[in-house]
């Protein structure tokens, strides 16, 4: 699939060092954790204790809150993208506030990275996908919640660099994008290619 960007598919954004860096130990805590079978389980510990280690359906939630973070920083404006703007400001000024108590060195920017944009179609996913979180928030379990919003954190936070964090956030919104084309012109219009 061959793409042509132009500048107007591109959401600018900045982060810091010391949000690049909560992001990433808001990600090796959880990955930790569930490594060693959830919170909580200590030596001798069984799979009451937390969980059995190791199991792939418990990184479920939270590699759906990445990616829910991916399309929000995506979203160019609306609610969404300023929910996005203000978990990046809140990850960017914690990490600063706790880098400059360990350290006493002050963050600097990272990158002020262009993001992929999620074009009309994009946005019927990204919607459809809120709307739909919103109507089951009631049945989705508390321990399932916080972990989702662990992930949307993380995806807020790390998805502004140009390393493999922005490959990979690249491909979501690429893939919302297609998913929503897809959606009008196959299944609403009728035609698939």
Request: proline share 3%; charged share 10%.
């Amino acid at each position: 699939m061959n793409t042509t960007l132009a500048a107007g598919q591109y959401t600018t954004t900045t982060i810091s060092t010391a949000g690049f860096a909560l992001g990433l130990a808001l990600l090796g805590t959880e990955l930790w954790r569930w490594h060693k079978g959830g919170a909580g389980a200590g030596r001798g510990a069984g799979p009451a204790a937390g969980g059995t280690a190791r199991d792939p359906k418990a990184l479920v939630p939270l590699g759906f809150g990445i990616v829910c973070g991916i399309l929000m920083i995506a979203c160019p404006a609306g609610l969404l993208g300023t929910l996005a703007q203000f978990l990046r400001w809140g990850g960017n000024s914690v990490g600063d506030v706790t880098m400059k108590w360990l350290t006493g060195a002050p963050s600097q920017t990272l990158g002020s990275a262009a993001t992929p944009r999620i074009d009309g179609y994009g946005a019927i996913v990204v919607a459809a996908l809120a709307v739909s979180l919103w109507l089951l928030r009631k049945s989705i379990a508390k321990a399932v919640k916080g972990k989702w919003w662990k992930g949307v954190l993380i995806g807020v936070l790390l998805c502004v660099s140009t390393g493999t964090a922005a490959l990979i956030a690249q491909q979501i919104v690429e893939g919302a994008n297609g998913l929503g084309a897809w959606a009008i012109n196959g299944i609403a219009k009728g035609r698939i290619a």
